[in-house]
């Protein structure tokens, strides 16, 4: 039986390094890339432009107060940055979605052309694994950036002396959602290691979102002690996160902790699993 090679940094960096050239230099990654410019130009343009005008309207103001107050949105009015507040908004439940999307192809196009099989003389299955969930999340966390840098160029222009504090806002905002994405793309993981296509792994993922929420509702009216069950989907805190009424802990120790359960399992099926 040949000897497992030790985990190697260098190989594991490659393997991550391959994903952000793949959505960043090929054909197929450059027309995402297209779509997803053209609907935050969109954005960019309307909601995030316009944020000013929205958000200081006295009717939206009071409906927001009124309406969504009861998961904290108004504390949103507050930031002096209104672009960022639409922008916190519309990113935190829109990338989610879309990282479900991008991250449908992380080991099952390897296993369909034959190629894991190829890499894993090569290279650890750990390192086939978390390099793939690490270099997504790179290119997240990379579309993430390029959007705020955007959102940081509206707020300059409208009014330049924002951009320091717009540009700490930013940041904040930046880690915060890098975080809250990691669950999505480690789920993602795991379903790629039993998929048998990046259309199955997406139609899995709706069905684990939509069937299992509709499972656990059931469960959680008949034992209301089961409330606990929600923490297994991905993105259980987003709705009190969006209205910053999250302890900064529990923003970040709830999608990490979700993220390393799911990794683990992903490690154990991968391992077992045939290539």
Not at 38 to 47: E, N, S, T
Not at 143 to 153: D, E, N, Q
């Amino acid at each position: 039986m040949a000897t497992p090679l030790p985990i190697n940094v260098g190989r594991l960096t490659q393997i991550a390094g391959f994903e952000l050239v793949r959505m960043f230099l090929t054909k197929r990654g450059l027309i995402a890339l297209a779509a997803f410019a053209l609907v935050w130009l969109i954005i960019l343009r309307y909601p995030i432009g316009q944020a000013v005008g929205i958000v200081s309207a006295p009717d939206f103001e009071q409906i927001a107060r009124d309406i969504s107050g009861s998961i904290g949105l108004s504390k949103l009015l507050d930031w002096p940055e209104a672009e960022f507040a639409m922008y916190w908004l519309i990113a935190l439940y829109s990338f989610p979605v879309f990282g479900l999307f991008i991250c449908s192809d992380q080991t099952v196009g390897d296993r369909e052309r034959g190629t894991l099989r190829f890499l894993s003389l090569r290279s650890t299955r750990f390192e086939i694994l978390f390099g793939r969930f690490l270099g997504q999340l790179a290119v997240l966390a990379c579309l993430v950036g390029i959007t705020l840098v955007a959102t940081l160029a509206v707020v300059g222009f409208r009014e330049p002396s924002l951009l320091a504090g717009g540009f700490a806002r930013a940041l904040s905002i930046f880690l915060i959602l890098v975080i809250t994405l990691c669950p999505f793309v480690a789920l993602m993981t795991l379903i790629n290691t039993f998929a048998r296509s990046s259309r199955l792994s997406i139609v899995l993922a709706i069905l684990y979102f939509a069937a299992g929420g509709i499972v656990v509702g059931i469960l959680q009216w008949q034992i209301p002690a089961l409330g606990l069950l929600d923490y297994l989907f991905p993105g259980v805190q987003i709705e009190l996160l969006a209205g910053q009424n999250l302890p900064l802990l529990s923003a970040v120790a709830i999608p990490l902790v979700q993220t390393a359960v799911l990794l683990s399992v992903a490690q154990r099926i991968f391992a077992r699993s045939s290539l």
